[in-house]
């Protein structure tokens, strides 16, 4: 005889929580988006700037930051991730985390060439103030 909680019960739990090894993958495509995301929005900014006057190490110094900030950190973010999803079983915890670190990845992705470039440009505007 078949139960008429099974189904109904299975169909509930895989809706809202996914599968902990999805985590990993969707982590890792998430990353790689914020990664270009970032440097594409870096790029535009840093060209902006230097149209507008600054000065042109400003590219080089956004291509350091670049490789030595953003990568690491985005492959730190999407291994951990991946560790995780093939240790951990699916729960609405580690869900909530996942969620968590994908906001915390995509607000860093989004703010920070803003903030560095604004920085910059005030550095740069003060030791010309400085100088003078």
Not at 103 to 131: E, K, N, Q, Y
Request: hydrophobic share 60%; glycine share 4%; aromatic share 10%.
């Amino acid at each position: 005889m078949a139960s008429t909680f099974g189904p109904r019960l299975w169909r509930r739990s895989t809706a809202s929580v996914p599968a902990a090894r999805s985590l990993g993958r969707r982590m890792t495509w998430h990353a790689a988006a914020a990664l270009l995301a970032f440097a594409a929005l870096q790029v535009w900014l840093v060209l902006s700037a230097v149209a507008a006057g600054a000065p042109s190490v400003l590219i080089f110094i956004a291509l350091i930051m670049l490789l030595a900030l953003a990568l690491p950190i985005a492959r730190m973010t999407e291994r951990h991730w991946y560790h995780l999803s093939r240790q951990a079983l699916a729960s609405r915890g580690l869900h909530a985390r996942f969620r968590r670190d994908l906001r915390r990845l995509w607000i860093a992705a989004l703010t920070l060439p803003f903030l560095w470039v604004s920085g910059a440009m005030a550095a740069t505007d003060a030791i010309a103030a400085i100088t003078r």
